[in-house]
């Protein structure tokens, strides 16, 4: 009675039926939510089909706008308004569901390695886990750092799919002053509709663009290459920046904090460059390159600023720089940042080029 008694409270067995139980929950809300994006995707597919059908409706009553009866207007404007309201809606649905997928398989596979390295070694003498634990508390520490990081972005990418009701909710209002003025004044009905879907398409944009900053699903999808590529682009553009971006070696994925490190690091040295040269009369030009090595990743991020003194790094407020020195060493990496006044700004920074189920290399010091 004794023996079961101690056995039932041993933590490390309700450890293990924690996981299990976690385990199985996320692996049915992983099928709900397969099920429920391929009955999203066939709904997408139908409204994307409606809403062609009636853009096509719109161009006729757009030719013969001064000859249709004002109700037959009324109709077809609100239904194309409805039509890309849904569409609206459900492409944000969809990609919402897709964050999902990929944050609870990437939550299923942390807990897979829990009951592999956890639970599949019970057997292990206490002074052999000792000795093989300090090699990876870095690495472990910043996994569970960079995860939690991404969950909170995650979360906000989730609540930014409700932001469109309300922005949808000044649409329709726009649609019925518009709708009130086909009676009175086709001409200005019209100039307001146009003005409507001018402003509706360029609030998807930014919402859009805002998720994407969020968490590119393409980092899942493409690989860190294309995915720092696209924002480079969008960002270069958005911020009348000059830049330039290539890459070399073989491109391979990484365990999966990697990769999202390596791309926050880019955001942050991207949005420093602009920040930091807001003041400064010379165009700015931002340089990028992403190197693939055996053992290493290296990453170049140069600018033609104003610089600054290194040494004074700490008094100058560069906590975003001191911040990245930290998760990169973390990660067992190595960064340089080479400055002067007047000269610019070049941060080299290497990871270790760890994949899927590898182990982590020798890191050579940064060229």
């Known amino acids: 009675m004794t023996n079961k008694k101690a056995e039932s409270s041993d933590p490390l067995l309700e450890f293990q039926q924690e996981i299990n139980n976690e385990l199985e929950q996320s692996r049915r809300s992983l099928s709900e939510i397969r099920l429920m994006l391929e009955q999203s995707q066939a709904e997408l597919t139908r ?54 997928q990929s944050h609870i398989q990437r939550y299923i596979g942390y807990l897979e390695k829990v009951q592999l390295f956890v639970f599949n070694e019970k057997a292990i003498s206490k002074d052999v886990k000792q000795q093989q634990q300090p090699a990876s508390t870095g690495v472990d520490t ?23 009701a309300q922005v949808l909710s000044n649409f329709i209002i726009q649609a019925d002053i518009a709708n009130h003025l086909i009676d009175i004044d086709p001409a200005k009905a019209k100039i307001e509709l146009e003005n409507l879907k001018a402003a509706a398409e360029s609030t998807f944009k930014r919402i859009r663009a805002y998720i994407y900053e969020l968490r590119p699903m393409t980092l899942d999808d493409l690989g860190l290459v294309p995915t720092i590529k696209r924002f480079f682009e969008n960002f270069a553009e958005q911020n009348g920046v000059e830049y330039k971006y290539e890459y070399k070696g073989a491109e391979r994925r990484l365990v999966s904090y990697l990769d999202v490190l390596i791309f926050r690091a880019v955001q942050e040295l991207l949005a420093n460059a602009v920040d930091h040269n807001k003041d400064y009369p010379v165009k700015l030009q931002i340089y990028v390159q992403v190197i693939y090595e055996d053992s ?54 290497q990871i270790p080029a760890i994949e899927p189920g590898g182990a982590a290399p020798e890191i050579p010091p940064v060229k």
């Open 142 to 164: 910043l996994a569970l750092m960079m995860d939690a990081i991404e969950n909170d972005r995650i979360k906000i990418s989730h609540e930014m799919h409700d932001g469109p």
């Open 296 to 349: 290493v990743v290296r990453v170049i991020v140069r600018d033609n600023g104003k610089g600054f003194d290194t040494t004074q790094l700490e008094q100058t407020g560069g906590h975003g720089l001191q911040t990245l020195q930290q998760r990169i060493k973390m990660a067992g990496g190595e960064i340089e940042i080479e400055s002067q006044p007047g000269k610019g700004c070049t941060v080299t920074f």
């Open 47 to 100: 409204l994307t089909q409606r809403n062609a059908s009636i853009t096509g409706k719109m161009q006729q009553v757009q030719s013969n706008f001064e000859t249709l009866p004002r109700e037959e207007l009324r109709v077809t404007f609100n239904e194309a308004l409805d039509a890309q309201q849904r569409l609206l809606v459900m492409r944000g649905q969809m990609d919402k569901l897709q964050s999902d």
